[in-house]
């Protein structure tokens, strides 16, 4: 028992909650300096929206950013966003066709298909089609385009180094969150949203690196942007009574319905985009066609919408407002989307929640000013993108309002349970599986990682010893309850592990050999040939206190499928074998843990028996 004690004790020290290295602080440093970098991209693209906005709508060389909806152009307006359409066609089809969309979902793709590696135009492309997208009047956001941009710059630097696979990942994704901080002020709210969107992983390895990115850029924005919040609202009230709750349930349940809606519509103008017999480079240009109509009909749909978000917060806007947000502004960010143009979809988002919100605040308990449009943001933010703390977060941090939390976190979770149910797939996931991928949103601890060798080996098992006479080798083998095993441990006379031999070459062996074994039969002076020659010396083993996972890291390396079982102490102990078949009932046992249902506890009443 002592022997035993000691055993687990030795195996136990080698394990920890965590597998992170030291070379985390290699990483974490070039996360640092990427986390600067990505702040000067974002302050660089929002100047490029401004720009390019000045241009075509006010013909003046400035970088300021300005709403469209003020332009003096007339109709000739209306051609303005055909005219950016075309440029971003062109752009990708003779840049990068990695430009056209929201920018999540190629970050996405560049993680978990092409290695974390994004190409240097791509970086430079990248920014300046989203900026003339959305400085020709695109109804999109600044953020989906600075998280591929920063993802871009974390990926060319983690290029320019020696770094693994997964390292590549961490630095693209501590870009991607670096300028999501940036623009918007929103440090916590940008780990969270590579946690949940980006990394797929809940590793320090990789989010100290990214966290620190999004420190970095939060601090620097200070200096370069300003300080937040970036949309203040009045403050509210810190307790809501039970009528407000409800009225956050019923935010949830109908945000998580538009949000449904709203995938729906950007994906059915993708496959009605797609079914039109021209090039994809001039699909743009029709989208344009769809976002000047709107502009004329509602001219502040046009943009990025930042004053109108803020709007939507601080006063009561009139009906005309909210219809055109939740009529004109979906309608052609639904269009334009699917068209394949450059923008994001985050501030389009809170501009659509925002009006269901004021939609329906007159009908819901007077919680204040801008509360119900702020409640629908996140909950409509959480229940299409599918990530309900950073839809939480997000919107705490773009107002600094904490007293929001509870009926956030109420609005989002019930959005968020909504569409999970009712979608398959999030507006961003749905993109990755349209281009023939895969991917999960579930996170949860590893059975293998839980499970140790011991639990699942095999002790009933044969021997062979190595100075066993042919005969007494070919009875013992033939044995009915050791006809499932295939590989053999062979041992010396004091039951020590020399070495291992299959079944088949066992078996070879054995053939070859038949003649022998009938003269070990006769002759018991001990001339019989013996297994060594066939014998592997120095086997693969596994250890009894090492969890599954580390053993099929071992299989996959060495392409083998079953290893003898050692005592840790002492390699030459053998305890039993362990094969991929033994691993498949960890899987088993999960599985049994998700299905089978059972009454666990009864309740029974005092009384007699019947």
């Known amino acids: ?102 920018g999540i979902p190629e970050a996405i793709e560049a993680i978990l298909m092409k290695g974390s590696r994004v190409q240097p135009r791509v970086a430079i492309l990248k920014p300046l089609s989203s900026a003339i997208s959305i400085g020709s009047g695109g109804p999109f956001g600044a953020e989906g385009p600075i998280i591929m941009t920063g993802g871009a710059f974390g990926s060319i630097v983690a290029q320019l180094f020696h770094l693994t696979s997964s390292e590549r990942k961490t630095l693209l994704v501590a870009g991607a969150a670096a300028g999501m901080a940036a623009t918007f002020a929103a440090p916590l709210a940008s780990v969270l949203l590579a946690v949940e969107l980006l990394l797929f992983e809940w590793k320090p390895r990789s989010f100290i690196p990214t966290a620190l990115a999004s420190v970095t850029a939060g601090a620097a924005r200070r200096y370069l942007l300003g300080v937040g919040p970036l949309f203040p609202v009045p403050a509210h009230p ?31 103008s993708e496959d009605a985009f797609a079914k039109l017999p021209i090039h994809w480079m001039w699909w743009p240009m029709i989208g344009g066609v769809a976002i000047g109509l709107g502009g004329l009909i509602f001219p502040e749909a046009l943009g990025v919408g930042y004053d109108t978000i803020g709007d939507l917060l601080q006063h009561q806007l009139p009906v005309r407002m909210i219809a055109g947000i939740l009529l004109v502004k979906s309608a052609i960010w639904a269009i334009s989307l699917g068209s394949g143009t450059s923008g994001g979809v985050l501030a389009p988002l809170l501009m659509m929640g925002g009006a269901l919100g004021a939609v329906l605040a007159p009908v819901l308990p007077s919680e204040g000013v801008g509360f119900w449009p702020l409640v629908a943001m996140g909950a409509i933010l959480g229940g299409t993108m599918r990530s309900p703390f950073t839809g939480v977060v997000f919107m705490i941090e773009l107002t600094h309002d904490v007293n929001m939390m509870l009926p956030l976190l109420t609005a989002v979770l019930v959005a968020h349970a909504f569409t999970v149910l009712v979608l398959r797939r999030s507006i961003l996931t749905e993109k990755i599986s349209r281009r023939g991928y895969h991917l999960t949103r579930e996170y949860s601890s590893d059975p293998l990682e839980i499970l140790f060798v011991r639990e699942v080996m095999r002790t009933n098992v044969i021997a062979v010893p190595e100075d066993l006479q042919i005969a007494g080798l070919a009875r ?51 001339s019989a040939a013996q297994v060594i020659p066939v014998v592997a010396r120095n086997p693969v083993v596994a250890y009894p206190d090492e969890p599954l996972r580390a053993v099929v890291y071992r299989m996959a390396e060495t392409g083998k499928t079953r290893f003898p079982v050692v005592d840790p102490a002492d390699s030459h102990r053998l305890l039993g074998l362990i094969s991929l078949n033994d691993l498949l009932h960890a899987r088993v046992r999960a599985l049994d843990e998700e299905r089978k249902r059972e009454r666990v506890l009864r309740i029974r009443f005092p009384g007699p028996e019947v």
């Open 476 to 526: 013992r083998i033939s044995k009915r309850h050791h006809r499932g095993q295939i590989l053999y441990p062979v041992v010396d006379k004091d039951l020590r592990l020399t070495g291992v031999i299959t079944g088949h070459h066992l078996k070879e062996f054995l053939d070859s050999h038949q003649g022998d074994s009938h003269q070990g039969d006769s002759h018991q002076d001990g």
């Open 238 to 268: 810190l307790y809501i009574g039970p009528e407000g709750l409800l009225g956050c349930l019923l935010v949830g349940v109908l945000a998580g319905g538009f949000s449904a809606l709203l995938t729906g519509a950007v994906y059915a």
């Open 1 to 102: 028992m002592e022997r035993k004690r000691d055993t687990h004790k030795i195996h136990n020290e080698k394990l920890g909650d965590f597998t992170t290295t030291p070379r985390v602080l290699w990483v974490s440093t070039l996360a640092i300096g990427i986390g600067v970098i990505s702040s000067y991209v974002a302050l660089g693209l929002l100047r490029l929206i401004g720009l390019f906005t000045n241009l075509f709508y006010y013909q003046r060389w400035r970088t300021d950013l300005v709403s469209p909806a003020n332009h003096h152009l007339g109709i000739w307006g209306a051609l303005v966003p055909v005219g950016g359409a075309l440029i971003i066609g062109l752009m990708a089809r003779y840049g990068s066709e990695r430009i056209r969309g929201h």
